[in-house]
């Protein structure tokens, strides 16, 4: 593992909780769990960025909780989004320091798939020139595949983050293929220039597969973080991740 490897936390389901009481109340900073203090004790626990995906139907995270982050966090902001006019303008707003575009499907429980960047990639010129011209980093969620990895080349994009939830799901030898792909994929797109982010379905076991991954810069994690702080609290949660990836 190399040791830059960062740990962006993905706090969406600390908000997905709050939501299963809130939904439909006023935002306030006191309905809880709250979000500014996950953030905080993830900070103070290790980690190098939050990531929050501001999602068109609101489930979780709501449009207050980006504003409210941004002023709050020490670190650095991700924030997720699928490519709609709506959620491009209030990241215009925000200016977060990362953007990392995702497909959307409201139907979908979590993020399924990667950003077909090839298939959209008009769609995607304006919204990445609009991002870049804000100084904001653009980052492509997008499967682990020479072929979306070029579209991100030539759509003038920094970063990618390789979609590893194949990887996460399978077992066995369709598991250590998805794997190869990872590996083939980072070194494909660190040799193109490529920031390689990964992210999705990665937990306290896999880890110790990704960890030995060439040329990942920084892995988001939510799930299985917010997960375990149910039993051990959030910062030894984020701790316990963070020694995982070191090995
Ligand atoms: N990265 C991206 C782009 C995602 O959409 C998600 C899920 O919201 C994650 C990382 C985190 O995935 P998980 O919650 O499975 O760790």
């Known amino acids: 593992m190399s040791n830059a490897l960062q740990l962006g936390v993905n ?22 769990p709250s979000l500014l203090d996950a953030a905080e004790i993830c900070e103070r626990a ?18 207050g909780d980006v504003f409210r982050l941004r002023e709050r966090i020490k670190t650095k902001l991700n924030l997720e989004m699928g490519n709609t006019p709506e959620i491009l303008e209030i990241a215009l707003r925000v200016k ?16 399924e798939g990667g950003l077909d960047a090839a298939g959209q990639f008009d769609a995607l010129v304006p919204t990445v020139r609009r991002l870049k011209m804000a100084g904001i980093r653009v980052s492509l969620f997008i499967e682990p595949d020479a072929r979306q990895i070029d579209a991100a080349v030539a759509l003038g994009v920094p970063c990618i983050e390789l979609h590893t939830g194949a990887f996460a799901n399978s077992q066995g030898e369709p598991h250590q293929r998805e794997l190869a792909r990872i590996r083939e994929a980072a070194a494909y797109a660190h040799g193109l220039g490529l920031r390689v982010n990964a992210g999705h379905g990665i937990n306290y076991v896999n880890i110790a597969e990704i960890r030995e991954v060439p040329y990942l810069a920084e892995l988001n994690i939510g799930h299985t973080i917010v ?21």
Do not use: W
């Open 11 to 32: 706090i969406d389901h600390v908000a997905t909780l709050r939501q299963a009481r809130y939904t439909g109340m006023l935002e306030s900073h006191n309905c809880e």
């Open 96 to 111: 977060p320091e990362d953007v990392c575009l995702v497909p959307e499907n409201r139907r979908e429980v979590t993020t």
């Open 46 to 63: 290790g980690a190098a960025g939050i990531t929050t995906h501001l999602r068109a139907d609101r489930r979780h995270i709501q449009d």
């Open 227 to 247: 997960s375990r702080a149910i039993f051990v609290g959030l910062e030894a949660a984020v701790k316990e991740l963070i020694a995982a990836m070191r090995g």
